[in-house]
């Protein structure tokens, strides 16, 4: 499955963005679809998942309570509504998918075969 995330931009503290992640190729009913971020020079953390078939969804600590995940089938497209932004959300989000993931590796990027191109949200103080 192919995927483009989209949807970053600049933000201020306490605002909100929505990223999309659309697929191509494939449907994403069998996948389990997640968002991680990426500092310069950091390693990619995860921040939040949809496990496949839905409805469970799995969040970092850092965002719960203020991101959330939806679907919307008929567009093959997975969305990740942030609010309450805060300057420490500022890094390059990536949307990625497996169909094969296994819940114990649900955070590890190395887990998922597919991947968006990154989106820049900068949340300014």
């Known amino acids: 499955v192919q995927l483009q995330a989209s949807g970053g931009g600049l933000a201020r503290a306490g605002g909100s963005l929505r990223l999309s992640c659309a697929a191509s190729?494939?449907?994403?009913?069998?996948?389990?679809v997640s968002w991680f971020r990426q500092l310069p020079g950091k390693e990619r953390e995860f921040v939040a998942a949809l496990w496949r078939g839905g409805p469970t969804t799995y969040f970092a600590d850092s965002v719960k309570g203020r991101f959330t995940i939806s679907r919307d089938d008929a567009k093959n497209t997975r969305y990740l509504h942030m609010i309450s932004l805060k300057p420490e959300d500022t890094a390059v989000y990536y949307c990625?998918?497996?169909?094969?993931?296994?819940?114990?590796?649900?955070?590890?990027?190395?887990?998922?075969?597919?991947w968006g191109q990154g989106t820049q949200v900068t949340v300014s103080s």
């Open positions: 990625a998918a497996s169909s094969s993931l296994i819940l114990s590796s649900l955070r590890s990027p190395t887990q998922y075969n597919s």
């Open positions: 190729g494939r449907t994403l009913r069998g996948y389990t």
